[in-house]
């Protein structure tokens, strides 16, 4: 079958012809319970998939060669399509077919397409869960997304304002990123630039005093900026950390606010919770209420999408094999 393959860490994968999986069982050692394989629809494109295979994930690196891709939406050999996260190594998303731990698919909701669909796995999740699950919005809360022109982003602020969030702002490091973030609806839009000082004082004046809850894809300056203007027992959300891996954090301000750092993935969450979200998701982006870009290229084109998603492209990427 065609699959893309990381034959080295920090490089681009190749499309290459493999052996497809076996037929559903022991597909590897380190797979707990039984497995099964399904057809390739879609294979989502997201940060962890770049951060995996440099070779430095926090969770480990995946022995060479190996077929990268967590998550997809397939066939299962009953018809049946399903949304997948977890797609299990060697055989990752980005091929014709992957494996998945048995039952593990949460079937498509009638009504929307694999294409759009896609885009509320695991980015529409990590956003959804962040601000409901994980930070428990309440009403007329202000709300601080780092990060939010791209896909955790920008639906994690339109969460945010379906939640009854008092003001949302949206931190984005392009003019262009900044203007999406005010057409989705954000109270206002600031850059990411800038040292810590200047981070605080456009925090500060854009949230009007403060943050009670900051969802955040970026870490480093912009988040360490953030959590010393939060509110009272303010909750910063941590989604990812694109804009580094460490954030000079000022111990003072955690103390005297009683602030929480929570960290967060989408696997913690319960699966009914999991499968309610991208249920709820799925059916507002069919009824209009819910928005978010996806742009479905080529399998082949899998070293493309790979450098624009380096890039922060600002909308979902996905694959059709």
């Not at 860490?9 to 037929?23: F, T």
């Not at 009504?111 to 919005?137: C, H, K, N, Y």
């Not at 009824?287 to 922060?312: H, I, K, N, T, Y």
Request: proline content about 7%; glycine content about 14%.
């Amino acid at each position: 079958m065609r699959a893309a393959q990381v034959t080295a860490y920090g490089q681009a994968p190749e499309l290459v012809e493999v052996d497809p999986p076996g037929e559903p069982g022991p597909f590897s050692e380190s797979m707990a319970g039984p497995a099964e394989t399904v057809e390739v629809l879609i294979a989502g494109i997201n940060p962890v998939d770049l951060a995996i295979a440099s070779g430095k994930f926090d969770a480990g690196a995946p022995p060479l060669p190996y077929g990268p891709g967590m998550e997809g939406i397939g066939r299962m050999a009953d018809g049946e399509i399903v949304w997948f996260e977890g797609a299990h190594f060697p055989w990752g998303s980005m091929a014709e077919r992957a494996v998945i731990s048995e039952g593990s698919g949460i079937t498509l909701p009638s009504g929307i397409e694999p294409e759009r669909a896609i885009g509320f796995g695991t980015a529409g999740m990590a956003a959804w869960l962040s601000v409901d699950w994980r930070g428990q919005l309440k009403d007329e809360e202000t709300v601080l997304i780092l990060g939010a022109s791209g896909s955790v982003g920008q639906v994690a602020l339109q969460a945010a304002r379906m939640m009854n969030a008092g003001r949302v702002v949206g931190m984005a490091r392009s003019e262009a990123g900044r203007e999406k973030v005010l057409a989705l609806g954000a109270d206002a839009a600031i850059s990411s630039d800038g040292e810590v000082g200047e981070l605080k004082d456009r925090i500060h004046e854009a949230t009007e005093g403060g943050p009670d809850l900051v969802i955040d894809g970026l870490w480093g300056l912009p988040a360490a900026a953030a959590l010393q203007t939060m509110k009272p027992q303010g909750r910063l959300v941590q989604v990812g950390n694109s804009a580094g891996i460490e954030a000079p954090i000022v111990a003072g301000p955690l103390r005297g606010g009683s602030v929480s750092v929570l960290g967060f993935r989408n696997f913690w969450a319960p699966r009914e919770v999991r499968v309610a979200t991208f249920e709820r998701m799925c059916s507002m982006a069919t009824s209009g209420d819910l928005e978010l870009e996806v742009e479905v290229l080529p399998l082949e084109s899998v070293a493309e999408a790979w450098d624009r998603q380096s890039r922060s492209p600002g909308h979902k990427l996905a694959l059709r094999p």
